[in-house]
């Protein structure tokens, strides 16, 4: 799962105390507003400089170490893929589509077996040509434990990635990615897995060329695949300049627009700090995006209510769910009537409130996304209404032995995220008040929470989590949660309710043969409703982010995909 | 004078020894484990074995320390896959998150914290020492009870409110200054002037107030003393007197003062360096200590305690310069 960082859920945190101070500056003047509007419509051109105010800085620029979503935001200017996000608004942008290769992969050997093409005419920035025995040394040399921190799938689902240790070390490479010639690499899987197309949108899949790898220092000067070739890299990814490649070209890269001729990421930049310089504007501020940083709920109040601001923010969905977790191999959470209780009780209107109100959480019954693309469909089991049902939470006490009340313990983090954060777990402790049970909360320091939660031997037994999509599938929202083969005994466990039904898994398996994308949706969401009886998780809310644009800024999309308005789309001219 | 020299030179020694060996000490209990946060979220067991070794996890503590001090007096030689790095005497290590040099990190980010730190202590003392004076010339009337008044607000007011309040009111409300953003001095000296003065004023309030005070309250004890009575009853100049010797009974402590925050300002500039998003050491410190960076954790705090012990022996000798009756022994 891709998720952001502790540190940037600490950073927010403290922004969002101060943000009252800014939000009182924020209805200033705006002096150089030059009553252009929203700056968002006209048609877009090439030119100019896009700035990007961020939190986090890029700290990892190798392809192999990073771990994105359909191939994340700055990398995907330098970094091209077999296939690649689909890039459009809403839900037209979760579709996968073609990057470097000619299609999404032919499938065959039930799905176990993939095909690419390489289009022609393919370049690095030093003009050579790529190659696909280079993507298939990125994926080899991504299994180095110096380049470690992308996701776990190539290392799960390639026949013989379990134990490699990568080309440094095992030099002969891995048998199951051919390259019979320079334009065609299969790939052989343990197991069917019709979601091999979307994996092949993640960074590891970006050419390397062997001749050019410098190692753990390859991300100083990494070789762009893509419209734009890193020419500055400062301060561990504070300070990035992005310079147009001119070897790339626009006829074989339909998605990418690359209309600005520079990109300038400055960041480790504080959260209230971005959202006033986006608000202001000021010089090179009036052509900035930011691409991790949303508008806190108060700083959204102040927004809202002046029209010019409110028309440069920008609204994305990305597939999220923040949940309650059971572990219901122990007291009292082993009685499925105490877990559905649990979840009659909920209050989510509060819940929504504690989470920064409705314009940034929406209510969340069902435990995958409310998107098509997951194959969401609608179910309450256990329907609480909007501010819960604590008369019939009672009565299911009651039939489970428990008329007297209940005292439980809920642990959260302390990291003010508005994800698993006190103001969240208090929300739920007021609402289970109504029906006799009494929460006690345990707040834990973030890095602490995440290693508990995520350990079996320490795992509470009833705590906040949240859960997000690698891609916009079924598959990656509910197997690591729900299939047994998955429960993890050394390293971090995601199926936090240790779930190993063989109903499940076979249907997991089932589905995951299916190269038809809308078909295997349709199952996984008849597979979240069934699941979704036994009550081993009380979803809460799917998050809203709300994101400032400065005024110059054209061409806004913002695709289901990421949430974020795309940056290979923005126009500054 | 030199015997006392190589006693505190040892004595520096000593502190920093101990210092690494405490914060080797701090990481291991404390949570968070070093090899999950740089194999990443789902990272599967086998990889997160490998990552440990390549880490050099798996060995004992005492055996890790032991490379730490090999590496600072004799350097290190690390596997970047294709090939060999060479970290020279002294080496910290690489960082846990993504390998490159500690000693590269912090030289790439020292030159913005010793602009804030610099410039800082230049204002402290001209504000300080400004509003110090002031006060005592204008002592008993309403301008110094004022200054007492403003010295004490700046001492309570915590960097990330009064930061972020002069940043709203002089970038964003009246558009006077940029949004503070580092430019080298290398590259463009008046440019790094403008974007360094708000972060330079947010830190001289807080400790301008506390020179303020310090100047105010010495020169007034100095006033009291039999020597002034004297000078006042021959008929000095209350000028005079202030300038000259009041003033001077106040360098002494203000003088080892300075030295002494200088040192410790390094650590200090923390909050102030995240508040403005200035590429500092303080800066990277914190978020080293929330991604669980043990090398880069160490370097940092070493580097902090090196100032602060240094910064310490040099207002020691000022100080011993500056008033005559202290020997150093």
Not at chain 1, 50 to 67: I, S
Not at chain 1, 114 to 134: C, M
Not at chain 1, 367 to 375: M, T, V
Not at chain 2, 158 to 186: H, I, K, N, Q, R
Request: glycine content about 10%.
């Amino acid at each position: 799962m891709r998720q952001l960082p502790a540190t940037s859920r600490r950073v927010a945190a403290v922004a969002v105390s101060v943000v009252l101070l800014g939000g009182a500056a924020a209805c200033g003047p705006e002096k150089s507003g030059d009553s252009k509007g929203s700056g968002a419509d006209g048609a877009p051109q090439k030119g100019g400089t896009l700035t990007v105010l961020n939190r986090q800085p890029q700290k990892q620029f190798d392809p192999a170490r990073l771990y994105t979503s359909g191939g994340g935001n700055v990398p995907s200017l330098v970094f091209r893929t077999l296939t690649t996000r689909h890039r459009a608004n809403g839900a037209e942008g979760t579709k996968v589509v073609p990057d470097l290769a000619t299609d999404t992969g032919r499938p065959s050997d039930d799905a176990k077996t993939w095909t690419f093409t390489l289009k022609d005419g393919l370049k690095y920035e030093d003009g050579s040509p790529i190659t696909t025995a280079d993507i298939k040394y990125g994926i080899e040399r991504s299994f180095a434990p110096e380049l470690s921190g992308g996701a776990p799938y190539l290392r799960d689902w390639l026949v013989g990635g379990e134990n490699y240790q990568g080309i440094y070390k095992e030099k002969k490479g891995l048998d199951s990615i051919e390259t019979p010639d320079a334009k065609t690499i299969v790939f052989h899987l343990r197991k069917p897995e019709g979601d091999f197309p979307y994996v092949a949108t993640q960074t590891q899949f970006a050419p390397v060329p062997k001749a050019k790898d410098t190692g753990a220092k390859y991300a100083e000067h990494p070789v762009s695949s893509g419209p734009y070739k890193v020419v500055k890299n400062v301060n561990d990814g504070e300070h990035l300049t992005l310079d147009r490649n001119p070897n790339w070209s626009e006829e074989t890269d339909k998605e990418r627009h690359a209309y600005p001729d520079t990109i300038d990421v400055q960041a480790g930049l504080n959260s209230a700090v971005i959202n006033q310089r986006l608000s202001t504007g000021q010089g090179a501020d009036a052509a900035a995006i930011t691409t991790d940083n949303n508008l806190g709920p108060a700083e959204l109040a102040q927004v809202t209510g002046d029209k010019k601001l409110a028309s440069r923010v920008g609204t994305g969905h990305f597939g999220y769910t923040n949940y309650l977790a059971f572990n219901p191999k122990a007291k009292p959470f082993d009685n499925p009537k105490v877990r559905q209780a649990i979840a009659y009780a909920i209050n989510r209107t509060s819940v929504v409130n504690a989470a920064g109100g409705s314009s940034l959480a929406e209510p969340a019954t069902t435990f995958l996304p409310n998107q098509k693309s997951f194959g969401y469909t609608p179910y309450d089991h256990f329907p609480a209404g909007a501010t819960g049902n604590p008369e019939k939470a009672k009565e299911l006490l009651k039939e489970a032995g428990y008329e007297n009340g209940l005292e439980i313990t809920l642990t959260h983090s302390t990291a003010q995220d508005f994800e698993t954060s006190p103001e969240i777990a208090t929300a739920i402790q007021a609402a289970l008040k109504q029906a006799g049970i009494t929460v006690k909360l345990q707040g834990l320091e973030f890095n602490d929470y995440d290693e508990k939660v995520h350990k079996l031997s320490t795992q509470p037994d009833l705590f906040l989590a949240h859960w997000g999509a690698d891609w916009p599938s079924g598959g990656p929202f509910l197997a690591p949660i729900f299939d047994g083969r998955q429960i993890v005994k050394d390293a971090s466990n995601y199926n936090t309710a240790q779930l190993d039904d063989s109903k499940v898994n076979d249907e997991i398996d089932a589905i995951n043969k299916l190269t038809d994308h809308a078909e295997a949706a349709k199952r996984w969401g008849a597979l979240d409703r069934t699941v979704g009886e036994q009550a081993l998780t009380v979803p809460l809310f799917h998050p809203v982010y709300k994101r400032l644009y400065g005024k110059d800024v054209k061409n806004v999309v913002i695709s289901d995909w990421t949430g974020v308005l795309d940056i290979s789309q923005v126009s500054v001219k | 004078m030199s015997l006392y020299f190589l006693r505190r030179a040892l004595g520096a020694v000593l502190v920093l020894l101990v210092i690494s060996v405490v914060v080797y000490a701090i990481f291991y209990v404390a949570p968070g484990d070093p090899a999950k946060l740089a194999c990443g979220p789902r990272c599967n067991p086998e990889q997160l074995r490998q990552v440990r070794e390549q880490l050099g996890l798996n060995d004992p503590v005492y055996v890790q320390y032991w490379h730490f001090l090999q590496g600072i007096f004799v350097g290190h030689d690390y596997s970047t896959g294709t090939g060999t790095m060479h970290c020279d005497a002294p080496c910290f290590g690489l960082s846990y998150q993504n390998n490159q040099q500690v000693t590269d990190l912090i030289a790439e980010r020292l030159p913005a914290t010793l602009s804030l730190s610099v410039g800082v202590v230049v204002l402290w003392l001209l504000l300080g020492v400004g509003i110090g004076l002031l006060a005592v010339v204008r002592r008993g009337g309403l301008l110094e009870r004022a200054l007492i008044w403003l010295s004490l607000a700046g001492t309570a007011t915590p960097v990330f409110v009064s930061g972020l309040a002069l940043m709203m009111l002089f970038c964003a409300y009246l558009e006077w200054l940029p949004f503070p953003s580092y430019v080298p001095l290398t590259d463009d000296p008046e440019q790094w002037a403008w974007n360094m003065l708000l972060p330079w004023v947010t830190l001289a309030l807080l400790g301008a107030s506390i020179y303020a005070r310090m100047t105010r309250s010495s020169m007034l004890e100095t006033l009291a003393e039999d020597h002034v009575r004297t000078f006042r009853a021959y008929g000095v100049s209350e000028r005079a007197i202030i300038g000259k010797h009041a003033l001077r009974g106040a360098v002494a402590p203000i003088v080892a003062m300075t030295a002494a925050d200088f040192g410790s300002l390094i650590g200090g500039t923390m909050l102030t360096e995240t508040m403005f998003g200035l590429p500092g050491v303080g800066q990277m410190l914190v978020r080293s200590v929330q991604t669980v960076d043990l090398p880069v954790v160490v370097a940092v705090v070493m580097l902090i305690g090196a100032a602060v012990v240094v910064a310490n022996i040099i207002g020691d000798t000022l100080y011993a310069l500056a008033d005559r009756r202290v020997a150093l022994r």
